[in-house]
């Protein structure tokens, strides 16, 4: 019975081991897929692909940024958007260790700004919101019922959110491409962050959103940092 036993134990870690390397191979082979495509597409765009910048992960202070462990910032897309720099790459940072621990993927697109503007941080509303809220996680109320439903909304000071927010703002942040998303100034950059892994088929539609979201910046706070766009 014994060596009956050895023999199948002998055999299960045989097929544990093959098994392994077919989900490698295959895993491998998936992943040089993804960077074959992701380097055709920023060469379709005249854009730049690397596969790992590290200074990314130093770049921002605020979510997804700053937390967990192992942070990485890879297949990144580099290249110019109606003028701008603008990026495109999948961050991940881990929490956990052993059995728990968790990697967290993260698709983060950022246009630059023509001048550094005051922070502020726009992410969706929702249930960890009200029970941030009802812990004295205040964020700024707006008179619009709609965008406080749709948004919680942190500033470097309430008179730059609402001079920022203003009606057109607030239209153009409740339609179907905005709503949802998490987006942040931060220095001279304007990002926005969305659970998972990097897609490129969003890229475009997110730095359209971004770029949408400058054009309506007022132009009294772009003075206010030193800047006219009205002499470009």
């Known amino acids: 019975m014994s060596g009956d036993a050895g023999l199948f134990q002998g055999g299960f870690w045989i097929i544990f081991v093959v098994i392994f390397v077919v989900v490698a191979i295959f895993g491998w082979r998936a992943n040089k897929k993804r960077q074959e495509a992701l380097r055709a597409w920023a060469a379709g765009r005249g854009w730049t692909y690397t596969a790992t ?16 462990s192992s942070r990485r910032a890879s297949e990144v897309l580099t290249g110019v958007f109606q003028g701008e720099q603008a990026l495109s790459f999948n961050y991940t940072y881990t929490t956990g260790s052993g059995k728990s621990r968790s990697t967290h993927p993260f698709h983060v697109v950022s246009l630059h700004l023509p001048a550094e503007l005051p922070w502020v941080q726009l992410t969706p509303e ?8 009802f812990f004295g996680g205040q964020d700024i109320e707006f008179e619009s019922a709609a965008f406080n439903d749709a948004w919680r909304v942190k500033a470097a000071s309430s008179r730059f959110a609402y001079d920022f927010i203003h009606p ?7 339609q179907g491409d905005a ?7 931060e220095g001279q950059d ?6 998972g892994r990097q897609r490129i088929e969003y890229v475009d539609s997110y730095l359209n959103l971004l770029y949408g979201i400058v054009q309506l910046v007022p132009r009294h706070l772009w003075l206010n940092v030193g800047h006219d766009p009205l002499a470009e």
């Open 168 to 174: 057109r703002m607030m239209e153009r942040l409740l």
């Open 53 to 68: 910048l590290p200074a990314l992960v130093h770049r921002w202070q605020s979510p997804p940024f700053r937390q967990g």
């Open 126 to 133: 929702g249930a960890g919101a009200a029970i941030a809220k």
């Open 190 to 195: 304007i990002y926005l962050w969305a659970n």
């Open 179 to 185: 709503v949802g998303r998490a987006i942040t100034v």
